[in-house]
């Protein structure tokens, strides 16, 4: 399979490259910088390569997606894991650049992202997309994160949505993956007393994550959640007990 991997220089887009690889599949990433695209490079084994891209130019991920088709062929497997965090602070203090960074990254990116995705597997008549959800894609809202939180929120909604648009391609389908608190510079991204507490019950390293969503996409699953609500209950039992 070829596999392309948004924002796969570091955290979880790395960790799912890497993944893909080891399984011997074909694997095109992107990183916004060619610094951290020879990094990544310099860790990895076996048929990948790396684009720098910045997904908020259409352009960036068309241009990208012709390399990546010029070296392994048609994608079988897009993720559009490239996103940011916010700086923590109420929506009233927040700086217009600020918002727009958020909202161009996390919502405009992963929309045009999705969209040259369906175009090239509309061509090919097959294909998955999958959209990473975070905080906010469940509902919940946390003051100081309403910005990331919103983008996760509009992600859920829009994966949902393209489907009602793919009932004509029955290969085709928009999926997300929710991965829970995975201990990335995106999470310890000022989480604060609070939220260390709680991430240091329900967190998990990226090789613990990525093994079990890539597998799922392997299978072919829209709709793949790490931190089931069993799983959280599980691990506060087993906090509790440690006490």
Not at 213 to 228: E, N
């Amino acid at each position: 399979m070829h596999i392309l991997i948004t924002g796969g220089t570091r955290g979880i887009g790395f960790g799912m490259t890497n993944e893909f690889l080891k399984k011997g599949h074909n694997v095109s990433f992107t990183g916004t910088k060619l610094e951290s695209i020879k990094k990544a490079t310099s860790a990895l084994e076996g048929h990948f390569m790396g684009i720098v891209c910045d997904v908020r130019s259409k352009e960036q991920i068309i241009s990208a997606k012709n390399q990546a088709i010029d070296k392994f062929g048609d994608i079988d497997i897009w993720i559009n894991n490239a996103g940011v965090d916010q700086d923590r602070l109420d929506v009233s203090d927040l700086s217009e650049s600020e918002i727009k960074r958020v909202i161009d990254i996390n919502v405009n990116g992963m929309i045009l992202g999705t969209s040259v995705a369906l175009t090239q597997m509309k061509k090919q008549g097959y294909g998955h997309i999958y959209n990473m959800e975070g905080l906010g894609s469940n509902n919940m809202a946390i003051p100081k994160t309403l910005i990331y939180g919103s983008s996760k929120h509009l992600l859920t909604y829009f994966s949902k949505g393209c489907n009602k648009e793919l009932k004509e391609y029955p290969l085709i389908f928009v999926g997300t993956l929710s991965p829970g608190m995975v201990f990335t510079d995106l999470l310890n991204h000022n989480l604060g007393d609070d939220g260390t507490k709680i991430a240091k019950i329900l967190g998990n390293e990226v090789e613990e994550v990525t093994p079990y969503l890539v597998k799922k996409m392997l299978k072919g699953k829209k709709r793949i959640v790490w931190l089931t609500n069993f799983k959280v209950m599980g691990k506060f039992m087993f906090s509790f007990l440690k006490k």
